[in-house]
Every structure is written in structure tokens, then in C-alpha cells.
């Protein structure tokens, strides 16, 4: 049973969602209507509103409840339970870069290294430009391309720390 606002709402101590960003809410709900009838893809959905806002704000939580008919609290706890997912707002490019056994051996920490070098950020912050955050995650299940990392949800490696100029110049570029 889905409870319709004619506003929805943002939980306390929360920014609303700012207004250039709301014409993307009817964008979101047309890229759910496939979805309705498919059981499980709040995960889908999730994709959906964060490839929209960068993030999952809590305006997109409501709307995915009402229209999959689940409990908001339901799409809360897949939110925070999946570390793809963010709450926050995210720059363009979040670098996830494997730390496991495979990956560390292959040389994951030369390649996290380059990319803070690089970008001039520790990993978990966003670099001075604003176009980039470096993150070290568990394993992606890419140990047959390590050291491996995650351009957003692209697959990359093995990536090799000569690489990283190469492929944050083609970030920049916009061919990435």
C-alpha cells in the first residue's frame, strides 16, 4: 500500500533537495514505472535516483516506497546497507580501489598511492577540484583484472599506477 504526498517530505535535519535538482524527482518516477512490477528492484531503483542526483536524497526515498509499494524504511536500510549507495551528495567520479589479499598483492596500494598523489586527496575525500573521491573497498569480484578498481560502477583493470594520469585525464575529458 503506498501512502501518495502531494509534497514529499525531508526528515528532519536533512537539506531538502534543492529546486533546480526537483525536476529530476518526475524523471526518477517515470524511470520506476518498468520497475513496479518487478519484485525486488529497490536496488534498481536506487541505481536509478542516484545516477540522477549523484546521491539517493531522502525525496527519492519516499518516491521509490510509494511507487514499488514498500515501506520506506525498507529502501532506507538498502541504502545504508550497501556501500555503493550514498546518502550524501557525490562528486562526478568515485574511485573504488580493491584493498583485498588478490588485489593488494597485484599492487593495490602503489595504485592508491599514485591516485592520491595525483588528485592531491587522501582517500575518503573529495579532491580540490570537486570531481573526484577515493575510496579503498572490500573486494568488487574482479580478482581476475587486479589490482582492480570501480570507476563509479565501470569496471577497470588491471590498473597499474602509470595508468592513473592517463585515466584521470580522460575522466577529465569526459572520456571515460
Avoid: W
Avoid at 520497475?35 to 525486488?40: A, C, I
Avoid at 529497490?42 to 521509490?64: G, H, R
Avoid at 509499494?69 to 574511485?95: A, D, K, N, R
Avoid at 570531481?131 to 565501470?154: I, R
Wanted: glycine letters at 8%.
Amino acid at each position: 500500500m503506498a501512502i501518495h504526498h502531494t509534497e514529499l517530505e525531508t526528515p528532519p535535519g536533512r537539506q531538502p533537495l534543492p529546486e533546480s535538482e526537483r525536476p529530476k524527482l518526475e524523471t526518477l518516477r517515470e524511470q520506476l514505472q518498468p520497475l513496479k512490477e518487478l519484485p525486488g528492484s529497490s536496488i534498481e531503483a536506487l541505481y536509478a535516483a542516484q545516477d540522477l542526483f549523484s546521491y539517493v536524497p531522502p525525496e527519492a526515498i519516499t518516491m521509490i516506497a510509494e511507487e514499488l509499494s514498500i515501506p520506506e524504511s525498507q529502501v532506507f536500510g538498502v541504502v545504508t546497507f550497501y556501500t555503493m549507495f550514498s546518502l550524501e551528495p557525490q562528486p562526478p567520479y568515485v574511485l573504488r580501489v580493491c584493498r583485498d589479499l588478490s588485489c593488494h598483492l597485484a599492487g593495490a596500494p602503489k595504485l592508491i598511492g599514485a591516485l592520491e598523489e595525483e588528485l592531491g586527496v587522501r582517500r575518503g575525500h573529495t579532491s580540490p577540484d570537486g570531481k573526484f573521491t577515493v575510496e579503498v573497498v572490500s573486494c568488487l569480484g574482479l580478482c581476475d583484472k587486479q589490482p582492480a578498481m570501480l570507476v563509479n560502477l565501470d569496471q577497470h583493470g588491471p590498473v597499474m599506477p602509470d595508468d592513473v594520469p592517463d585515466l584521470l585525464g580522460d575522466l577529465r575529458n569526459g572520456a571515460g
